[in-house]
């Protein structure tokens, strides 16, 4: 299929988005909510407080692929306090399935899992945050990601089917990545690891990119500039 023929030239009608299009899309102030969780009722923006989330939803207590990804998250718990992000789940049953259920992820995944987890038993946040797919479930939610910053902006948000547990290696990638590229003012190539070289975005110019990073840069071409940000770099943790 030729470029052309996948890229349409005739503008789209410009479309204000309304609070009823609720889309969540990158950038966006995440709704707040209050909701009875397994540490307690929290309103969500103050629990995230000064530090970033890691909000994820499953599809049901008591479920295979669901227990090994909540034992994952708390084994990785000294990971995401490393990185300044606080883990939430979600899914749409009570409080009291919930404390069941982590009495099994703590014996089956060998940890003591320490975050809350939401209860959604009327899906309200699952509705608000778009994690119920229909095709998929009528009530329960899939397996949504939602890495949100301390000004509660969205930053990155991942899919994934009932069927398939999440990598959490590449979600630790990613905060380490968008951490990177805050404090930087960098891009990151694909696989990008911590200690990789970056690149420094087009809208900055060579001159700019001479001043920003006085250990110099190598011009690939002249839209790609890698940099070593090792000896500088910051983490923004
Ligand atoms: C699970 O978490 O194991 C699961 C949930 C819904 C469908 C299939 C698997």
Redo the contacts with the bound molecule.
């Keep these: 299929m030729s470029l052309k023929s996948v890229v349409s030239h005739s503008k789209p009608a410009f479309k204000a988005r309304k609070d009823s299009d609720m889309t969540l899309l990158l950038g966006d102030t995440v709704p707040d909510f209050t909701a009875d969780t397994t540490l307690g009722p929290i309103s969500f923006h103050d629990w995230i407080g000064e530090d970033w989330a890691f909000f994820f939803s ?3 207590d008591f ?4 227990t090994t990804e909540m034992g994952r998250t708390s084994q990785l718990s000294a990971e995401f306090t490393a990185r300044g992000v606080k883990p939430i789940g979600l899914s749409t049953d009570t409080v009291e399935e919930h404390f069941k259920w982590i009495e099994d992820v703590n014996d089956t995944q060998n940890t003591t899992l320490r975050f809350p987890i939401v209860a959604d038993p009327d899906l309200k946040i699952a509705k608000l945050y778009e994690m119920l797919h229909p095709s998929e479930s009528e009530t ?1 939610a899939v397996r949504s990601v939602f890495i949100i910053d301390s000004d509660k902006k969205l930053r990155l948000t991942m899919t994934y089917p ?2 398939v547990g999440r990598n959490f290696d590449e979600i630790l990638r990613v905060i380490d990545a968008l951490k990177t590229s805050d404090a930087n003012g960098v891009a990151l190539p694909a696989d990008w690891r911590p200690g990789d070289l970056a690149i420094i975005p087009p809208s900055v110019s060579d001159d700019e990119a001479k001043i920003k990073f006085p250990q110099g840069f190598d011009t690939i071409r002249s839209y790609l500039r890698t940099v070593d940000i090792t000896p500088s770099q910051k983490d923004n943790a």
């Design positions: 499953h599809p049901a479920t295979p692929v669901c329960a009932m069927s």
